[in-house]
C-alpha cells in the first residue's frame, strides 16, 4: 500500500472510532511519506479526538505548510484551537478558511458559533446569515440564530427560527426543546407541553425536558400527567432535586401535606440545604414551605 491509502484507511478507522488502528495506519504513511498533508491532518484529528488538543493543532499547522490551499486544515485548526480556548486564534484560522473558500457555509457557521460563545450576539448573527445565504438549509446556523434571537429577547424571531430548524430536521429533540422552552415564555404554554413531549419521544433519558414539560401540565392544572413527568425525570436521574420538589407541588396542589413533605424531604436528600435555601426563594416561601420549614 501506498502513502495516501494508509492516510484514507485511518481517517475511516478513525470516523469510526477505532483510534488506535487508524494511529497505525496514519503513522505507517508518514513513515513512507514524511511530507503527506493528508496524513497530518488525519493524525491532527485523532489526536483532537483523543484530547491532545496542542498536538493536533500542531499537525494542522504542518498540514497547513504542506497544503496552503486546502481550506480545511484552517477550519479545522480553528475547532482545536476553540478547545482550547484560543478564542482569537480560532478567528484567525476561520478567516483564512473563508478566504480560501469563500463559498462554504462552514467557517461561516462556526464563526457564528464562537461570537455565540463569547457573546457578541449581533457578529453571531451577521455570521449565521451568511452561512445561509451559501446554505438556506444549514440546520445548526438556522437553530443557532434562534438562540441568538432568544437570547436578545426578540422570542417571536426565535420561535420561527426554531421551526424553519425543525423544517430542515423533523427529528432534532434539541430543537422541539428550543422551540418548547420559547413557546413557554411566550405564554403557549399547550405549544411547550406539545414541543416537550415530540422532544421526549425523541430523547426519553433527557430528565431537564421531563422536569419542564411536568412543571408546564402542573400550570395548566393536569397533575396526573405532571406527576408522571416529574417521576420520569426522577428514574432518568435520582439525584435531581427539582424534579422532587416537583412532585411535591402536585402532591400539594391535591392537598396531600404528607405526601408533600415526603417528597421536600427527598429533594433535601439528594441536594442538601443549599438548593433548598434557593428552591424556597424560588417559591417565595409559600404556605407548605413554611409548614416544612417548621418541621426541619
Known sequence: ????????????????????????????????????????????????????????????KRAARLAP?????????????????????????????????????LPFNYRGFLYLELGRLDEALAAYARALELDPNHFDATHNRGVCLERQGDLPGAARAYTRSLEIQPNSAHAFNSRGTVRRALGDVEGAVSDWGMSLALEPTNAQVAYKRGLALLALHRHDEAYGEFTQAIEIDPTFADAYWGRAQVWRARGNRADAVRNFQAALAVAGRRWWRRRAVKAECNEMIASFCYMI
Open 1 to 60: 500500500m501506498q502513502a495516501h491509502e494508509y492516510a484514507a484507511r485511518a481517517r475511516q478507522k478513525q470516523e469510526a472510532g477505532d483510534l488506535d488502528g487508524a494511529w497505525k495506519d496514519v503513522e505507517e504513511a508518514l513513515r513512507l511519506d514524511p511530507k503527506h498533508a493528508e496524513a497530518y491532518h488525519v493524525r491532527a484529528h485523532i489526536r483532537r479526538d483523543r484530547g491532545q488538543h496542542r498536538r493536533a493543532i500542531r499537525d494542522f
Open 69 to 105: 490551499g486546502d481550506f480545511r486544515n484552517f477550519f479545522c485548526r480553528a475547532v482545536a484551537r476553540r478547545l482550547r480556548r484560543s478564542w482569537q486564534g480560532a478567528l484567525r484560522d476561520l478567516d483564512e478558511a473563508v478566504r480560501l473558500c469563500p463559498s462554504s457555509a
